[in-house]
């Protein structure tokens, strides 16, 4: 039975740090007789590669790794493994950029998406015939590069992250947010269609209205349901340029209430391009931040002096950071005396507002910028002990007090910490994802990197969550992590029921991303 399996599979997966050596005898013979093997790679290089990601905090070494040219290639290793016997786990690996393992498959066999990949954007196919615009892109794609595919018919995807170097399938399995996710929702609200092969290791398309239940699964699932082939991404006209901001706050409530304030003007996606921001994120700063952090290369050398001067005095500062898209077509541009209205009855410190103007594709890509400065320092593959909340908007001034002044503060160690809130309505409860029950909550990104004292940083981690618990603040990790399977049920909620019924009904033997470990550890 599955939970039969599921137990049985514990025993093989067990995520240390240190050497372990590939057992190619745990796949069965059948597989290795088949055509299939010639796309094996069981050498430790490809092992080893199939064994880290950028958390770089665990390891699990999959007995083989599969490169696969087809979609037709991922469903017969699927099939091989739930017609046998003696079934092994499989794992689908993006880009790797989980923290905790999630994409590992400990003595299976790890999926490298990215062989897939068509030459010269071969898997990004534009709609672009009007009202209907879509991009047919392959699930091993990154966005950076469906960036530029889309781009060269004028069009985007509406929703991001902010960081490009993360595929389709990887982002999607979790749900995807950026700035924009309070006015568009997540990137999981914006797919149409896709293609995926279950854990049965058939092929089947999907969407709201064709095999529905496969398709509100996958979205936000883990990786548990099946792995994405194709996801037909929804598309608009795309804007030129991006007036982007940063303002400056001192007192953590004015600065959520603006923040709350500015994302309610597009709660109903209505009201044409002027009726509010396109992107709204915000982020807590404190003196030792400000240096290394990848996100503030928006700064001039003068900004950081100043902006620095005031953190040491005030011990912590929060931005607001706001992005208006505009076009240079038909004419003048608004978008200052538009910016201008929108800032009107803030509260940000008035001398402290620090504004640029960069191109659409520099604006979305800002990040690779920090990832190439943090490289060439040596300090980009490193550990990443990283914690991602969703808390509901009732208790972000609770999680302020105990977190930002308290936790943190106490620890020298801030790193770039992101907070920002989102409309829940536009997400989809029948879907995967796991959000607070309230009708705005807050993500709270704490993204820290480590040399050495990593092990430190997950025990703050640890108290953050703890005081979370004692508080009674319910809260939701994103790209989740969890040791037991309380917590996992915790973590669902009353979505635990559907979510089980769904793993038995679509992998009903256990065998997808088990690196996520809620149906690998003890049941
Ligand atoms: P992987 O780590 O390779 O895989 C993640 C999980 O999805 C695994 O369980 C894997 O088995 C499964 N999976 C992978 N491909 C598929 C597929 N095709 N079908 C089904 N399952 C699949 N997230 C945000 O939402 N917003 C951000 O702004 C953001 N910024 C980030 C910045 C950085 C620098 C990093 C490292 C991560 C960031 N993330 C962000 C998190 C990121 O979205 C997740 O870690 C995501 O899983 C990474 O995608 P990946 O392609 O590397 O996936």
């Given at each position: 039975?599955?939970?039969?399996?599921?137990?049985?599979?514990?025993?093989?997966?067990?995520?240390?740090?240190?050497?372990?050596?590939?057992?190619?005898?745990?796949?069965?013979?059948?597989?290795?007789?088949?055509?299939?093997?010639?796309?094996?790679?069981?050498?430790?290089?490809?092992?080893?590669?199939?064994?880290?990601?950028?958390?770089?905090?665990?390891?699990?070494?999959?007995?083989?790794?599969?490169?696969?040219?087809?979609?037709?290639?991922?469903?017969?290793?699927?099939?091989?493994?739930?017609?046998?016997?003696?079934?092994?786990?499989?794992?689908?690996?993006?880009?790797?950029?989980?923290?905790?393992?999630?994409?590992?498959?400990?003595?299976?066999?790890?999926?490298?998406?990215?062989?897939?990949?068509?030459k010269?954007?071969?898997?990004?196919?534009?709609?672009?015939?009007?009202?209907?615009?879509?991009?047919?892109?392959?699930?091993?794609?990154?966005?950076?590069?469906?960036?530029?595919a889309?781009?060269?018919?004028?069009?985007?995807?509406?929703?991001?992250?902010?960081?490009?170097?993360?595929?389709?399938g990887?982002?999607?399995?979790?749900?995807?947010?950026?700035?924009q996710?309070?006015?568009?929702?997540?990137?999981?609200?914006?797919?149409?269609?896709?293609?995926?092969?279950?854990?049965?290791?058939?092929?089947?398309?999907?969407?709201?209205?064709?095999?529905?239940?496969?398709?509100?699964?996958?979205?936000?699932?883990?990786?548990?349901?099946?792995?994405?082939?194709?996801?037909?991404?929804?598309?608009?006209?795309a804007p030129q340029?991006?007036?982007?901001?940063?303002?400056?706050?001192?007192?953590?409530s004015?600065f959520?209430?603006?923040q709350?304030?500015?994302?309610?003007?597009?709660?109903?996606?209505?009201?044409?391009?002027?009726?509010?921001?396109?992107y709204?994120?915000?982020?807590?700063?404190?003196?030792?931040?400000?240096?290394?952090?990848?996100?503030?290369?928006?700064?001039?050398?003068?900004?950081?002096?100043?902006?620095?001067?005031?953190?040491?005095?005030?011990?912590?500062?929060?931005?607001?950071?706001?992005?208006?898209?505009?076009?240079?077509?038909?004419?003048?541009?608004?978008?200052?005396?538009?910016?201008d209205?929108?800032?009107?009855?803030?509260?940000?410190?008035?001398?402290?507002?620090?504004?640029n103007?960069?191109?659409?594709?520099?604006?979305?890509?800002?990040?690779?910028?920090?990832?190439?400065?943090?490289?060439?320092?040596g300090?980009?593959?490193?550990?990443?002990?990283?914690?991602?909340?969703?808390?509901?908007?009732?208790?972000?001034?609770?999680?302020?007090?105990?977190?930002?002044?308290?936790?943190?503060?106490?620890?020298?160690?801030?790193?770039?910490?992101?907070?920002?809130?989102?409309?829940?309505?536009?997400?989809e409860?029948?879907?995967s994802?796991?959000?607070?029950?309230?009708?705005?909550?807050?993500?709270?990104?704490?993204?820290?990197?480590?040399?050495?004292?990593?092990?430190?940083?997950?025990?703050?981690?640890?108290?953050?969550?703890?005081?979370?618990?004692?508080?009674?603040?319910?809260?939701?990790?994103?790209?989740?992590?969890?040791?037991?399977?309380?917590?996992?049920?915790?973590?669902?909620?009353?979505?635990?029921?559907?979510?089980?019924?769904?793993?038995?009904?679509?992998?009903?033997?256990?065998?997808?991303s088990?690196?996520?470990?809620?149906?690998?550890?003890?049941?």
């Amino acid at each position: 039975s599955f939970f039969f399996v599921a137990t049985y599979m514990i025993s093989r997966f067990i995520s240390t740090i240190g050497e372990q050596k590939p057992r190619t005898t745990m796949l069965p013979p059948d597989l290795l007789a088949m055509d299939l093997a010639k796309k094996l790679r069981f050498d430790p290089h490809a092992t080893n590669l199939a064994s880290t990601d950028f958390g770089n905090l665990t390891r699990a070494l999959p007995a083989a790794v599969l490169y696969p040219s087809s979609q037709n290639d991922i469903a017969t290793l699927i099939h091989s493994s739930y017609s046998s016997h003696l079934p092994f786990p499989i794992a689908a690996k993006g880009h790797g950029h989980s923290i905790h393992g999630q994409a590992m498959a400990y003595n299976g066999v790890v999926i490298e998406m990215g062989s897939l990949d068509g030459k010269d954007g071969a898997r990004i196919n534009v709609s672009s015939i009007p009202p209907l615009f879509f991009a047919d892109v392959g699930g091993e794609q990154l966005w950076i590069d469906v960036l530029h595919a889309t781009l060269r018919h004028g069009l985007a995807p509406l929703s991001w992250t902010d960081y490009l170097y993360l595929t389709v399938g990887g982002t999607l399995s979790n749900a995807g947010i950026s700035g924009q996710a309070f006015r568009h929702g997540p990137q999981i609200s914006n797919v149409y269609e896709m293609d995926v092969v279950t854990g049965k290791g058939e092929v089947v398309k999907c969407s709201r209205q064709l095999n529905s239940e496969l398709y509100y699964a996958v979205l936000g699932g883990l990786g548990q349901f099946g792995i994405i082939t194709r996801a037909r991404i929804a598309l608009e006209p795309a804007p030129q340029r991006v007036r982007w901001l940063r303002l400056l706050y001192v007192d953590f409530s004015a600065f959520t209430k603006d923040q709350e304030y500015l994302i309610s003007l597009n709660a109903d996606g209505e009201g044409g391009p002027t009726n509010g921001f396109d992107y709204l994120e915000g982020s807590v700063v404190n003196d030792e931040s400000l240096i290394n952090n990848w996100r503030s290369s928006f700064f001039s050398k003068g900004d950081h002096r100043r902006i620095s001067a005031l953190a040491a005095h005030h011990s912590i500062i929060y931005f607001l950071e706001v992005s208006k898209y505009y076009s240079h077509f038909g004419g003048p541009t608004t978008v200052d005396q538009d910016v201008d209205s929108l800032l009107k009855g803030l509260s940000f410190l008035p001398d402290r507002v620090f504004s640029n103007d960069v191109s659409y594709t520099d604006f979305l890509n800002r990040v690779h910028q920090g990832e190439l400065k943090l490289r060439a320092q040596g300090l980009w593959d490193v550990p990443h002990p990283w914690l991602n909340l969703f808390i509901p908007k009732s208790r972000i001034l609770d999680f302020d007090r105990g977190v930002f002044r308290g936790v943190l503060k106490r620890n020298a160690t801030m790193g770039p910490v992101l907070v920002y809130p989102m409309n829940q309505d536009k997400w989809e409860n029948t879907m995967s994802a796991v959000t607070p029950d309230e009708e705005v909550f807050y993500t709270v990104g704490l993204l820290r990197s480590a040399a050495d004292n990593w092990e430190l940083l997950e025990d703050q981690n640890r108290e953050i969550l703890s005081f979370c618990e004692e508080a009674g603040i319910e809260c939701k990790q994103y790209l989740p992590h969890y040791e037991t399977k309380a917590q996992w049920k915790k973590h669902f909620g009353q979505k635990w029921n559907m979510f089980v019924d769904r793993k038995q009904k679509f992998d009903p033997k256990g065998l997808l991303s088990p690196g996520q470990r809620i149906f690998t550890l003890s049941m």
